[in-house]
């Protein structure tokens, strides 16, 4: 059964660090593509940032709106997933899902979501 | 940026009616197009992928197509358990964007 549980969620002041953690089992988490994605309070959904796989060479893209704050990383060794958060904005303020995506004859999608972690970002 | 807009951004119906959502894009992307399904506290789900390819388990009543800047959801024959909020979204470019839903009602 695949599971994908995040954590680190929390109040944090504007201005702060928050990491987020995401916890994968049940599938080869290597193989995949691990994306971070985001719905504010009753709004839709943000795509955040991304991380490739080894095989190309885990790197990273990200939403112009969290580039040079946000940083994602992995460790296929733990089959984990992590978002590090800095200089927080309230706009920030969000439940944040880590998301695996696989690529099925050429096309690219988000197979398998956690059930989220929301942060809050407040004075 | 691709935008997407989906029509309508809300939509009453009845158990049994057969409904289509609309997505468009500011660009197009080819077939690079998913579908997702999302209840009240929820995680998003997979519907379809590649337009028009149904992810396994997901029931034969949701249907897509569509291809380059206009993509249909269709669900069939509403049941109980479709009442929920449905997103397109865009994997042809970065950033990766999704419309801004729409909220599917029990009439």
Not at chain 2, 11 to 35: E, M, P, Y
Request: charged residues 15%.
């Amino acid at each position: 059964e695949v599971q994908m549980v995040e954590s680190g969620g929390g109040l944090v002041q504007p201005g702060g660090s928050l990491r987020l953690s995401c916890a994968a089992s049940g599938f080869t988490f290597s193989d995949h593509y691990m994306d971070w994605v985001r719905q504010a309070p009753g709004k839709g959904l943000e795509w955040v940032g991304r991380t490739r796989n080894k095989a190309n060479s885990y790197t990273t893209e990200y939403a112009a709106s969290v580039k040079g704050r946000f940083t994602v990383s992995r460790d296929d060794s733990k089959n984990s997933l992590f978002l590090q958060m800095n200089s927080l904005k309230t706009e920030d303020t969000a439940v944040y899902y880590c998301a695996a995506s696989l690529t099925s004859g050429g096309y690219r999608h988000f197979n398998y979501w956690g059930q989220g972690t929301l942060v809050t970002v407040s004075s | 940026d691709i935008q997407l807009t989906q029509s309508p951004s809300f939509l009453s119906a009845s158990v049994g009616d057969r409904v289509t959502i609309t997505c468009r894009a500011s660009q197009g992307t080819s077939s690079f197009l998913a579908w997702y399904q999302q209840k009240a506290g929820k995680a998003p789900k997979l519907l379809i992928y590649a337009a028009s390819t149904l992810q396994s388990g997901v029931p034969p009543r949701f249907s897509g197509s569509g291809s380059g800047t206009e993509f249909t959801l269709t669900i069939s024959s509403l049941q109980p358990e479709d009442f929920a909020t449905y997103y397109c979204q865009q994997l042809n470019s970065y950033p990766i964007t999704f419309g801004q839903g729409t909220r599917l009602e029990i009439k």
